[in-house]
């Protein structure tokens, strides 16, 4: 995946086709989404074809680059024996890289942001990282125990997804009719669901605008209130992806950083993806190895 080098102004453009009135004439977001997508598309099909000849010239001994998603999905053939076309895996990928670039690097943005606005969070968080980079030796890397040692730095990233979800929400439609609340929902009626309607109900979250990460301690809140990730058979593939890189980012930054905002009333706002409304430009203070902060 490190040849695919897709420019994020191009993949919010279709973030916004998703959101926008389905009129496909020239100059209207639609229409844009559609040509960016299109384009996206053949960009990766091209470069699942040259993984193709890749593959299939390699020497038999030699490695097959860590046998990432796209060679796995090359040489996948449980289907039925006949594998995926160029076009079919393009379209995966494209799945995939659509769903996982926005929402990551916002919710990387406003965790940035929650950290610099908050001291307390930030010393609790540095606490928990520098315990675990202490226990390691000089140059060793991050393993899988030190990540489920980041409790609070989790509690910290929940609450930021639950204050600043980055994916607003999405249509489902209904497989057969059910009776939710006295209505009648019709079997094929689509639904417009959305994080925001249990992420800040007081009855599960109480005093819901305040940032406090140990709402997630113990059993945490109940289950299908707090969902910035979905629920169901159709959740985020990526959430565990995205738990590892959010912590491992969080522990390397908070070690060797404080910052804080150069805009202080800078905020996010949904556009209707997440974004920041200035960029969020930080100062960065690299930590003085000689004091304890
Ligand atoms: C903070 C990071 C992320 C958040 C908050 C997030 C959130 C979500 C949400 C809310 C959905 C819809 C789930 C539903 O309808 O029930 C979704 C779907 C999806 N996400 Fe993520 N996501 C994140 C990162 C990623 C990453 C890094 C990837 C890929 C590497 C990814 C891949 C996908 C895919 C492929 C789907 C569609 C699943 C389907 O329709 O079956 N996501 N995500």
């Not at 897709?6 to 086709?17: A, C, E």
């Not at 406003?110 to 950290?115: D, F, N, S």
């Not at 299908?224 to 738990?243: A, I, L, Q, T």
Request: charged share 25%; proline share 7%.
């Amino acid at each position: 995946m490190e040849k695919m080098m897709i420019k994020g102004s191009r993949l919010t453009r279709l973030q916004r086709g998703f959101t926008s009135l389905p009129i496909d004439l020239p100059g209207t977001q639609f229409n844009r989404a559609i040509r960016g997508s299109r384009q996206l598309r053949e960009e990766i099909k091209n470069i699942v074809t040259q993984r193709r000849i890749h593959l299939s010239t390699r020497k038999v001994d030699e490695d097959v680059d860590g046998l990432d998603i796209l060679s796995s999905l090359i040489m996948d053939t449980s289907s039925d024996g006949q594998g995926l076309s160029d076009s079919e895996i393009a379209s995966k990928l494209y799945g995939v890289i659509v769903s996982g670039y926005d929402t990551f690097s916002s919710t990387l943005a406003a965790i940035v942001m929650c950290l610099a606005e908050l001291p307390h969070v930030y010393d609790a968080v540095l606490k928990e990282q520098r315990q675990i980079a202490e226990s390691k030796a000089a140059g060793e890397l991050l393993n899988w125990a030190d990540i489920q040692k980041m409790k609070y730095s989790w509690s910290v990233a929940c609450e930021v997804m639950r204050l600043l979800p980055p994916n607003s929400g999405t249509f489902r439609e209904a497989t057969s009719d059910f009776v939710y609340e006295g209505y009648l929902i019709p079997k094929g009626m689509k639904l417009k669901w959305s994080v925001h309607s249990t992420h800040k109900n007081p009855e599960h979250f109480p005093d819901p605008e305040k940032f406090d990460p140990s709402r997630f301690d113990g059993q945490g809140p109940p289950p299908y209130s707090f969902v910035p990730f979905g629920g169901g058979p159709r959740m985020c593939p990526g959430k565990e992806y995205s738990r590892l890189k959010m912590l491992v980012f969080m522990h390397n930054v908070v070690t060797r950083y404080r910052w804080e905002k150069v805009f202080p009333d800078e905020k996010f706002v949904w556009n209707p993806a997440l974004v920041s409304t200035k960029g969020l430009p930080i100062r960065v203070f690299p930590h003085n190895k000689s004091q304890s902060n």
